[in-house]
C-alpha cells in the first residue's frame, strides 16, 4: 500500500534541502579560509551542523509530506539516533575533503561517509515510524537510493570545495544554484527512498510512548527554525565581516597607492623618480612614434653642488636640491615632467610635439633660472647646471638611445664650460666613455703614486730675480697618455676625488719646497692651486697646518691660490677659512682674476695679497684693446688695494714691457720657462741665478 504526498509539504522539505545547502556552502567556505585551530574545527563542526541537521529536516517534512491511511507515531530514542548520524556523517565528509587540493580518491571517500550516513539518518528515521505492520522495501530502489545519496553527497562536497577555494569568495547567484543543485540531489535521494519503501495496510496503533505526528511536526519545526536561525546569524556575521573585509581593502588599497607613490616619487623633492620616468617615456615614445611627432629628453647636472655640499653640510645640499628642482619644474611648466634621477642629477622630458627650437629655448631657461642666487638657511649660494639634449627621433629611437644620448650631451656643456647646453651630436657617447675611463685611471693613479708635479718659476719683473714657483699637475697614464689639467680637474671635482687628490698636490708641493729650503741659499716659496670644494673642507685650515708641520716647511712659503668663483660660492665662510690661513702665516692670492664673478666690493674684505692676471688677457694686449684695458685696470686695481700682481703667461719681451710699464711685480711663463720636473728645475736654477743671466727654457 502507497500513500499520496502533501505536495506543500514536498515544497518546504526541498527549501529546507536548498536552506540547508546554502548555510552549509559557506560554512564549509568558513572552515576552508580559517587559519587558527579553534576557530577551523568551529566551522567544522557548525557546517556539519546545518548540513546534517538540515537533511534530517528536509527527511522528516518529507515524511509528513507523506499520508498514509494508518496511524503513525516516531520511536523518540531512533528518531535524535538519525539526527546525530546525519551531523556526524556530515561532520566526517567535511573533515576530508578540507585539503588545499581535493583529490579523486580523497572526494569519493568523502561522498561515501557522507551518502552512507544519510542513507542511515534515512532508514533509521524510517525504522523509528511506529506503526502496526512492518516496512518492506523494494531492493533495487532501496540500492538506488545509496547510490543517489553516494552521489549526491560527493557532487556536494564537490561543489563546496570548488565554490570556497581559499581567495575570493563566488558571487551569490553561483552559491544559490550550487544550493539549488545540492536541495535536488538530497530531495531526489530521500524520495527514491521513500519509493523503496512498502507500507502494507493495516489497521491498530501507535506504541503508547511514541512521538506523534504533531510532536514530531514541531521537532522539525524548531529544527529548521533553528537553520534558518544559524543561516540568519552566519549573514549577519558574514555583513559585518565583508564590512570589515571592505574597510581593511580600502585600507590596504591605500597603503598600496602610498607603497607605489614612494617607489615611484623621490623622497627627497617628491618628484617622479627613474623608474617613473622611464615608464612615461615609453608612453611619449609611444604617442610620438603614432603621430610622428619630436619631443626631447634633457638631462640636467648641478654645478659645483658637492662643494656646497661639502663645505655647508647636507641639510643645505638637501634644501639646494629642493630649490632646484622647484626652478625646474617652473622653468618646464606644464609641458613635461621632471624626474630626479640621482644626486644632483635630474631628467626632464617633453611630451610629444616640443622641436629643436623649442627644446633650446627651455634649455636656456633652465640655465637662466639656475644661475640666480639661492638663499638657504642663511647662506647666499651661487651654482649653475649643465644641460644635456637629446631629440626624438633624431638622436634616438628608444628610451636607452635618448637618456645615453642626453647624458653625454650634459658632459660636452660641463667641458664647454658649464652654465650652458649642449644638443647630442654624433661622437659625443665616446667622450662619456673616456670620462669612464679617466675616472677609473685616476684612482688607480692615485693609489699606485704615478702622479706627479711640475713647477713653473715665477720672476720679478724689476730684476729677472727668481720669487717663487707655482706647482702644476702632470699625469702620463699608461693607457691614456698625457692627461691635461684642464680635462683630469672636472672629473676629480665630480667625482669626489679632488679632495685625496688636492691632499697629495699640496702635501708633495710642500715637502718639496722644504727639501729646497734646506739644499739652496735662498728659499722657494711655492704656490698651490686650491679647489672650491678643498676650500671648503670643514677642517681645511687644520689639515694645511697639518701638512706643513708634517713637512717642516715655513708657512711663508707656501701661496695658496684660489679662483673668484670658490671664494664667492659664499663669501662669509670663505672669508672666515681665508683669514685663519692668513693667520697661520699662508700667502693667498686670486687666480685667473677677471674670468669669474670680479665682485670688487666682496674682494677688497678678503685678506689677499696678491691678483694674478689670466694668460688669455696678457696673450692679447698688444693686439687687443679690450684685453690691454681690462689689464690695466686690474693693475690699477691691485695697487690701490697694495695687491702685488702676477702676468701668468708672458711670451714675449714686448709683453713683458707692456707688464712693466704698468708696474706689474711678477710674471710666469715661456719667456722664462716651462712648467719643469724637479731635476730639470735645479738645472734651470743653477744656470739662471748667474748673474746677468735670463735663460729661457
Not at 509539504?9 to 585551530?37: C, I, K, N, W
Not at 645640499?317 to 642629477?345: M, N, P, T
Not at 622641436?355 to 639661492?374: H, I, N, Q
Not at 708696474?663 to 716651462?674: A, D, E, H, I
Amino acid at each position: 500500500m502507497q500513500g499520496t504526498y502533501n505536495l506543500a509539504l514536498v515544497a518546504l522539505s526541498f527549501g529546507v534541502a536548498v536552506m540547508a545547502s546554502f548555510t552549509a556552502l559557506d560554512l564549509a567556505g568558513r572552515v576552508r579560509a580559517a587559519r587558527q585551530g579553534k576557530r577551523r574545527l568551529l566551522w567544522r563542526w557548525g557546517g556539519a551542523f546545518a548540513m546534517g541537521t538540515g537533511i534530517w529536516a528536509m527527511h522528516f517534512i518529507g515524511m509528513l509530506a507523506l499520508q498514509l491511511p494508518m496511524k503513525t507515531g516516531y520511536d523518540l530514542g531512533l528518531t535524535a539516533l538519525s539526527m546525530l548520524a546525519a551531523v556526524l556523517s556530515s561532520a566526517l565528509a567535511l573533515g576530508l575533503v578540507n585539503v588545499p587540493r581535493l583529490g579523486g580518491g580523497r572526494l569519493l571517500a568523502g561522498g561515501l561517509a557522507m551518502g552512507l550516513g544519510i542513507c542511515a539518518m534515512h532508514y533509521v528515521g524510517m525504522a523509528a515510524m511506529e506503526m502496526p505492520t512492518r516496512i518492506h522495501y523494494d531492493g533495487a530502489l532501496l540500492w538506488l537510493s545509496v547510490l543517489v545519496a553516494v552521489s549526491a553527497a560527493s557532487a556536494a562536497l564537490w561543489l563546496a570545495f570548488r565554490l570556497n577555494p581559499g581567495s575570493d569568495r563566488p558571487a551569490l547567484g553561483y552559491r544559490l544554484a550550487a544550493a539549488l543543485a545540492m536541495g535536488v540531489a538530497i530531495c531526489g535521494m530521500h524520495y527514491t527512498g521513500m519509493a523503496a519503501a512498502r507500507f502494507p495496510l493495516a489497521t491498530g496503533g501507535m506504541a503508547s510512548d511514541a512521538l506523534s505526528s504533531i510532536h514530531l511536526a514541531i521537532g522539525v519545526a524548531l529544527v529548521a527554525a533553528s537553520i534558518m536561525m544559524a543561516g540568519l546569524v552566519m549573514a549577519v556575521f558574514d555583513a559585518h565581516l565583508a564590512s570589515h573585509n571592505a574597510r581593511l581593502a580600502a585600507s590596504l588599497q591605500e597603503a598600496n597607492a602610498e607603497l607605489q607613490a614612494m617607489v615611484m616619487h623621490d623622497p627627497l623633492t617628491r618628484l617622479p623618480n627613474r623608474l617613473l620616468l622611464e615608464q612615461r617615456l615609453d608612453a611619449v615614445l609611444a604617442e610620438a612614434r603614432r603621430l610622428t611627432l619630436p619631443f626631447a629628453v634633457f638631462f640636467v647636472d648641478l654645478d659645483r653642488f658637492k662643494g656646497v655640499n661639502d663645505s655647508l653640510g647636507h641639510h643645505v645640499g638637501d634644501a639646494l636640491i629642493q630649490a632646484a628642482a622647484s626652478r625646474l619644474k617652473k622653468a618646464l611648466g606644464d609641458d613635461g615632467l621632471v624626474a630626479r634621477v640621482g644626486g644632483d642629477e635630474f631628467l626632464v622630458l617633453t611630451f610629444a610635439g616640443t622641436d629643436r627650437a623649442k627644446s633650446a629655448a627651455l634649455a636656456e631657461e633652465m640655465v637662466a633660472l639656475m644661475t640666480s642666487a639661492f638663499c638657504l638657511d642663511g647662506n647666499e649660494v651661487r651654482i649653475s647646471c649643465s644641460v644635456g639634449i637629446s631629440c626624438y627621433p633624431d638622436n634616438g629611437a628608444d628610451k636607452h638611445e635618448l637618456m645615453v644620448h642626453a647624458d653625454a650631451a650634459m658632459y660636452q656643456a660641463k667641458a664647454a664650460g658649464r652654465s650652458n647646453f649642449q644638443f647630442f651630436e654624433a661622437g659625443m657617447t665616446s667622450a662619456v666613455e673616456r670620462r669612464q675611463v679617466l675616472e677609473k685611471r685616476l684612482r688607480l693613479a692615485l693609489e699606485q703614486g704615478s702622479l706627479s708635479l711640475a713647477y713653473q718659476p715665477k720672476i720679478l719683473v724689476a730684476d729677472n730675480s727668481l720669487t717663487g714657483l707655482e706647482a702644476l699637475l702632470r699625469w702620463q697614464d699608461e693607457e691614456l697618455g698625457q692627461v691635461s689639467p684642464d680635462e683630469l680637474i672636472p672629473v676629480a671635482e665630480e667625482t669626489g676625488l679632488i679632495l685625496p687628490l688636492g691632499d697629495w698636490v699640496l702635501r708633495t708641493a710642500c715637502a718639496q719646497a722644504a727639501a729646497w729650503s734646506t739644499r739652496f741659499e735662498s728659499p722657494l716659496p711655492v704656490a698651490v692651486n686650491l679647489s672650491a670644494i678643498q676650500l671648503n673642507q670643514h677642517d681645511f685650515v687644520k689639515q694645511v697646518s697639518a701638512i706643513l708641520v708634517e713637512t717642516g716647511l715655513d708657512p711663508a712659503l707656501l701661496e695658496l691660490e684660489l679662483t673668484e668663483s670658490a671664494v664667492m660660492q659664499n663669501p662669509e665662510r670663505a672669508r672666515g677659512i681665508l683669514e685663519a690661513l692668513r693667520k697661520l702665516g699662508v700667502t693667498l692670492s686670486i687666480d685667473d682674476f677677471g674670468t669669474g664673478y670680479s665682485n670688487l666690493v666682496q674682494l677688497k674684505r678678503f685678506p689677499i695679497h696678491r691678483l694674478k692676471i689670466d694668460r688669455s688677457f696678457t696673450a692679447g694686449v698688444l693686439n687687443d684693446p679690450q684685453d690691454a684695458a681690462i689689464v690695466q685696470a686690474v693693475m690699477a686695481l691691485a695697487h690701490s688695494l697694495k695687491l702685488d700682481v702676477v702676468a701668468e703667461g708672458v711670451e714675449t719681451e714686448d709683453q713683458l714691457d707692456f707688464i712693466r710699464a704698468l708696474q706689474g711685480q711678477q710674471y710666469q711663463g715661456y719667456l722664462c720657462s716651462k712648467a719643469l720636473a724637479p731635476l730639470e728645475l735645479e738645472a734651470f736654477l743653477a744656470d739662471w741665478q748667474q748673474p746677468g743671466r735670463r735663460k729661457r727654457a
